[in-house]
């Protein structure tokens, strides 16, 4: 069954308003934006002057980390803190730590290839105390501003703070030593015994053979060292007995106890020299005497040989001709001598001759002068007794012109100066000679005899004693009478003796008619003497 619904009508739909274009307004921000958009201005601000004024990083290798710490261990320059530790950490092969620290913008141009960096702790060292405030305050790393070209950011810290500051006035020199000696870093150096500077540093030469030490003079003082300046050990008291008895010398009492070097500028012929260059080297003698001595500008060697004992004579021991070192022992050594089987005892000495022609100050002295000329007038060597104290022997050139005649002899390039024997070993000689005779003595025969002869002393001593006791008042009598007749022929002797007296009128006469015939015989010389003849034919008779 279709049934069909009315379709109902749709109703009209309304008719739309018509668009009416709007004219848009501009955007205008609003204040509250101000606040953000400013804070990021500022935040970028500060980063970029943040990254402006960071200053720059630095690793700094230490031996170990002792007193360091990240985020509070300050690096200082002057007492002025520059920097900070930011961390610490071992190197990659575990034998050193590296601290990297950030310095600020203004310790730039510090960091240059000469600068140092050291842990600041309380220290001793020699003399000095440095690092008390860091008891209370903690270790911090120090700083020395170097004075090169080269940049540079990666250090290696000292261990021991430096003596001396790289702007400190003054100049550096280097010193040759065969030993340290009572030496050490901070020593001081002495010129006239004034405190001028100290050692700052020493090494061991590569080859072993010597000591290299680094000294610094302070200004105004190091415009005294000049190229021909000397330098030695003062350390310690030297102590040395001569003519003018016992002298005790030493620098200070710092120097006993630390060591110390002293130096002396001698002046030349030409007036004071100029000041020495810095670094320049110089040599460090063992005392003040060899120090000042002339540098030896050539050496002859010589070859000596005693049958003697040596005991006493050491290498080094001077070489003397009449109190004038002119050398001193180069080697001892021994040699065998199959003729006699026994041992001669060798000493080579060095001589100086420049020695000899400077305190003559004749120039051509050598030339004049030759071991063959010396040896044939004479010249020996000879050992003597330095001292009588201590043993200790000298080889002693003299004249000797007693001495046996001997030659110049070369052996194995060597001269061979004749010796003779020591005083000593002659005075030991003559001991031997006059300890023989004494035993020839009779001593036993000469003490019985002796006995013999006390015994008959005895005895007659005795009889004295007795023959005194026997005197009695009988016999002192006579002996009274006796002196008396004695004092009566002594005054009638006087008598006779008088000038007046017969006897002496009776000995003028006879002395008188002595005269007379001496007179009488002195004119028969004389005419005999011109008339020979006379003892033959007489007298003659003038007319």
């Known amino acids: ?42 935040g970028v601000w500060l980063a970029a002057h943040t990254i402006m004024s960071r200053g720059p990083t630095v690793t700094i290798t230490f031996q170990n980390a002792e007193g360091l710490e990240a985020g509070k261990t300050r690096i200082k320059y002057k007492d002025v803190e520059i920097g900070e530790v930011t961390e610490i950490a071992l190197s990659p092969d575990r034998q050193t730590i590296v601290a990297t620290a950030l310095l600020s913008k203004t310790a730039e141009p510090y960091l240059v290839a000469d600068s140092r960096f050291w842990v600041v702790r309380p220290r001793i060292s020699g003399g000095s105390v440095s690092g008390l405030g860091t008891m209370l305050s903690g270790a911090y790393i120090g700083m020395d501003v170097g004075k090169s070209a080269e940049r540079k950011t990666e250090f290696t810290g000292l ?57 610094f003079i302070n200004a105004p003082y190091d415009r005294f060292v000049t190229g021909n300046s000397r330098f030695w050990h003062a350390s310690g008291v030297d102590v040395s007995i001569n003519a003018n ?60 040989k005693f049958r003697q004992s040596v005991r006493g004579l050491s290498v080094g021991a001077p070489v003397d001709f009449r109190g004038i070192a002119l050398g001193e ?22 001589i100086y001759p ?47 012109p007693d001495a046996p005649p001997a030659k110049l002899i070369q052996r194995d390039k060597m001269l061979e100066l004749p010796t003779i024997p020591g005083d000593l070993e002659e005075l030991q000689r003559v001991l031997q000679r006059i300890a023989r005779r004494l035993d020839k003595v009779p001593f036993d025969s000469i003490g019985q005899n002796l006995d013999a002869s006390l015994k008959t002393l005895r005895e007659t001593l005795g009889s004295m004693k007795q023959l005194s006791e026997n005197m009695d008042a009988k016999t002192l009598p006579e002996v009274a009478k006796t002196l008396d007749s004695l004092q009566k022929t002594l005054e009638e002797t006087r008598q006779t003796m008088k000038a007046d007296s017969p006897l002496q009128q009776d000995v003028r006469s006879a002395a008188q008619e002595v005269r007379e015939t001496a007179r009488t015989f002195r004119s028969l010389a004389d005419y005999l003497d011109r008339h020979p003849e006379a003892l033959i034919r007489g007298k003659e008779n003038k007319q």
Do not use: C
């Open 1 to 42: 069954m279709n049934s069909e619904q009315p379709e109902r009508e749709t109703p009209p739909e309304p008719a739309l308003p018509e668009a009416v274009p709007v004219r848009r307004r501009r955007w205008s921000p609003s204040l509250v934006w101000l606040i953000p958009i400013l804070a990021a201005v500022i």
């Open 159 to 215: 261990e021991t703070p430096p003596i001396i500051n790289a702007d400190l006035p003054g100049h550096k020199f280097l010193l040759r030593a065969d030993n340290l000696g009572s030496l050490n870093t901070g020593s001081p150096v002495y010129f006239r015994r004034v405190p001028v500077g100290q050692v700052v540093g020493y090494e061991l030469d590569p080859a072993g053979g010597y000591v290299r030490l680094s000294v």
């Open 245 to 304: 008895g016992l002298n005790v010398s030493t620098q200070s009492l710092a120097a006993i106890a630390l060591g110390g070097i002293a130096f002396e500028t001698p002046l030349t012929d030409y007036g004071p020299d100029k000041p020495a260059q810095a670094d320049a080297p110089f040599v460090l003698s063992d005392t003040r005497e060899k120090a000042l001595q002339n540098p030896d500008s050539e050496m002859q060697g010589f070859r000596l």
């Open 329 to 350: 022992v180069a080697a001892i050594g021994v040699e065998y001598v199959p003729a006699r089987k026994d041992f001669d005892m060798t000493v080579d000495i060095r």
């Open 354 to 400: 420049s020695r000899l022609r400077s305190l003559s100050g004749d120039k051509n002295l050598m030339h004049k002068l030759s071991a063959e000329t010396l040896v044939r007038n004479g010249m020996r060597a000879q050992l003597r007794s330095g001292s009588i104290l201590t043993g200790q022997l000298y080889v002693a050139l003299d004249f000797f």
